[in-house]
């Protein structure tokens, strides 16, 4: 009995430590190279870390489902997981092998106060990856002194001022220090700790604030034959390498770091490790691309930067010839930038050993290209390159734009596409002026803060009309000084990533029609959470769904998006044309979602320049009996491929009759590029208008007339009150004296 008591006490007091608080979320911190030492509970080839850390969060075995006590679990980079009640020192009492193996992985739960399961990216396998005593120095954003590690990773987590990637934490002063940077974008200031520190990557980090506040641009390298070898995480079959790398900026469960395609087999592999942390375990394989995303400081000049990789890299060899631009100290994403702001740059050596960046105007077709293992040669893709300036004038802000290849698009100033654009064709200088506001509001310029600013965009999508405002379109910030003399001086020009998702909190979408009786049209999030608004290239999920119809039963003829409300020409976009999407890289093919009953298709946030709202019409077909709707057969323009599509082309009212009937669906989104919620506040804070949501707009007629009634009671008050006061002295006159 006195052993039973033992035994039940030591269990308890193993499910106190590991198991979460109601404040507190549980997550994993992940330790690379390195394996908790004892005897695991249970051994499982769940498939990988995600599906391994859902077992050990839910503290559930794997093999029977039964309830088990789960405080960590090693990985050893395939699909073995090896899982334990206890953790290592000081969460546990067992220790971490010395110098494991490359291909094991240390899993430990830890429970991070103050955040949402969300805020600690619980669909991912770790939250934090831990290097062990060390620290990075030089880039420390904010100082505060916490009670514990897990404190301090909370921290990092909730920081709204900043992007926090990386924090060390001191485990003897308590001290934690949050960055704006991490071991990848600063390696030369990662050093081993002198106290009892240790050093976190930040793994909750999203698409749209990976590289910073800012947003930044993310392009991919590409190297033929090479893998990162022993250790595998998403996978899944992909048509063609457009696709895979896609996969890799969508995805939600992996913090995507490489992407492997193999074009023979179609195989594609996204994974959360790259050639910095698997430097030993990388080297050369027939058949398979390895690609890295890079998070470039400027602008991607080319419309083609967005469908294939931007640079091909040869590891070990370096072009010859003269040198256009170099640069010391530099990381490859910082050499990579600096290319893409010399529009002399064709080329690229790196110097892995020096950190140092050399700019060619020459190719591997135009120079000669030797080994040299210090260095990699990047040759650089893109097809066109835009280079923009301001120049200040009495006249306002004059922008042009420079490119090396002839342009076909146009130039626009953002929500003023009807009253100021240029549409241009083989052009390889263009020109427009945005005049101050107070001679014309025709372009929207703003004065603020002792500058004229305006907001520029560059239809690079192909995407017709024009004034349909994609994430593939380029965004330049151009801004001059107010105090401007008669001389023509340069002003300066901010290429922006504002096409990049905010973090925008949803609610539930206000259906702009009563919804049909049999089915209704929906916009949802990645999380499938209704919403009203997203930013600009969010991806979204179109969804129809229906009480009386199952998926088979439903078929969708077209989807046209206008716009709601604003100034100007409206130009009706279509999006689904006879069953098959227009465009598919905005709207993806209709698929059948049996699992929840309804119609789906992948769509990314656009807007029709003019206004934030934009209104989706869908046509609806309903199939009667068993076998339903039939598929549609689309043809994809950009690839030749035929796919299928759960649309159809519209047939006569004859042919439908008996066997279908169709429905109107209708659904409202607004969309915000970066920083425009914000900034529409604060203009209405700035013009003294109160931001008060229940204002009523009103007509002019209304208006006026309303004023002209108001001033004719008046008038009569105002007699009236005159009659009164003369009544009332001829009153005290005749009173008796």
């Known amino acids: 009995m006195r052993l039973l008591v033992i035994l039940s006490f030591c269990v308890s007091s193993s499910l106190a430590v590991f198991e979460c608080g109601s404040h507190e979320t549980t ?36 093999t029977t489902g039964a309830q088990r006590v789960c405080a960590s679990f090693n990985f050893d980079g395939r699909e073995t997981c090896y899982f334990f009640d206890d953790a290592a020192a000081p969460a546990g009492t067992s220790q971490l092998t010395a110098n ?22 619980t669909y991912r396998s770790f939250s934090f990856e831990r290097t062990r005593g060390t620290i990075l120095e030089g880039y420390i954003r904010k100082t505060i002194k916490v ?22 934490y001191n485990y003897d002063t308590q001290a934690c220090d949050l960055s704006t940077e991490d071991r990848r974008s600063k390696p030369t200031h990662l050093r081993m700790a002198d106290g009892n520190i240790d050093y976190f990557d930040n793994n909750c980090l999203t698409r749209q604030n990976r590289c910073g506040s800012s947003g930044g641009n993310l392009v991919f390298v590409k190297t033929t034959n090479f893998e990162i ?31 492997e395609f193999n074009p023979k087999e179609k195989n594609c592999i996204v994974s959360d490790e790259d050639t910095f942390s698997r430097a030993d375990q990388q080297g050369q394989i027939a058949g398979k691309d390895y690609y890295e995303p890079i998070c470039v400081a400027a602008d991607l000049s080319s419309s083609t930067c967005r469908q294939q990789s931007a640079f091909e890299r040869f590891i070990g060899s370096s072009i010859e010839g003269e040198v256009v631009a170099s640069a010391q100290g530099v990381t490859i994403a910082d050499c990579i930038s600096l290319c893409f702001q010399n529009l002399n740059c064709k080329s690229i050596n790196y110097d892995r050993t020096a950190s140092t960046c050399f700019i060619y105007a020459v190719g591997r077709a135009d120079a000669n290209i030797k080994a040299n293992p210090a260095v990699d040669y990047y040759e650089f893709n893109c097809e066109s390159q835009f280079g923009g300036m301001a120049l200040c004038t009495n006249e306002g802000i004059r922008f042009i734009v420079n490119t090396k290849e002839p342009y076909t698009g146009a130039i626009y100033a953002a929500e003023r596409f009807s009253t100021c654009s240029q549409v241009v064709e083989n052009a390889k200088q263009i020109s427009i002026t945005f005049p101050p506001p107070t001679v014309s509001g025709d372009c929207g310029t703003v004065i603020r803060d002792g500058k004229m600013e305006a907001l520029v ?53 206000e259906v702009a029609t009563p919804p049909p009786v049999t089915a209704e049209l929906s916009i949802l999030n990645q999380l499938e959470e209704p919403l009203h608004k997203a930013s600009i290239g969010d991806p979204l999920l179109l969804v129809i769904t229906s009480e009386q119809a199952g998926p088979h039963n439903m078929m969708i003829t077209e989807c046209t998006a206008t716009r709601v409300g604003g100034f100007g020409d409206t130009v009706p976009f279509t999006l689904i044309e006879n069953g098959c999407p227009r465009y598919p890289a905005l709207v993806g093919p209709v698929e059948q979602d049996f699992e929840k009953n309804r119609l789906k298709s992948d769509l990314r946030a656009f807007r029709l320049d003019g206004s934030y709202d934009v209104q989706i019409i869908c046509s609806v077909m309903f199939c009667a009996g068993p076998n339903g709707c039939p598929v549609s057969n689309c043809l994809d323009s950009g690839t030749n491929e035929l796919f299928m599509s759960h649309g159809r082309k519209k047939r006569s009212t004859d042919e439908l009759e008996g ?12 969309v915000y590029a970066k920083g425009e919620e914000n900034a529409e ?16 707009c009103v007509s002019e007629a209304w208006f006026v007339s309303s004023i002209v009634s108001l001033s004719v009671i008046c008038l009569l008050l105002s007699a009236l009150i005159v009659i009164w006061g003369c009544h009332n002295i001829h009153t005290i006159k005749d009173l008796p004296k």
């Open 681 to 696: 506040a604060q203009n209405a804070t700035a013009n003294g208008i109160p931001l008060d949501h229940s204002l009523v």
């Open 27 to 62: 997550a994993f911190v992940m330790i690379a190279r390195a394996r908790l030492d004892g005897t695991p509970v249970v051994v499982s080839t769940a498939g990988h870390d995600l599906t391994c850390a859902q077992y050990c969060r839910n503290n559930i075995e794997p």
């Open 147 to 168: 009670a514990a590690k897990e404190q301090c990773l909370s921290s990092c987590l909730k920081e709204k001022e900043f992007v926090c990637r990386s924090v060390n």
């Open 229 to 259: 070898r022993f250790y595998d995480h998403t996978q899944s079959v992909e048509a063609q390498e457009s696709y895979c790398l896609q996969k890799c900026l969508d995805s939600l469960n992996t913090f995507c770091r490489s992407v």
């Open 659 to 670: 066997e279908s009937k169709e429905e109107t669906l209708s659904a409202i989104i607004r």
């Open 457 to 509: 965009v560059v239809s690079l999508d192909g995407v017709l009309p024009h004034q349909v405002t994609t994430e593939w379109d380029r965004f330049y910030r151009v801004s001059c000084d107010v105090s401007m003399d008669k001389m023509v001086k340069e002003g300066s020009v901010i290429v922006t990533t504002i096409y990049e998702a905010s973090s925008q909190n949803t609610t539930v979408l």
């Open 100 to 121: 494991p193996s490359a291909n094991n992985f240390y899993y430990e739960k830890t429970c991070i106060p103050g955040v949402t399961a969300h805020e600690a990216c």
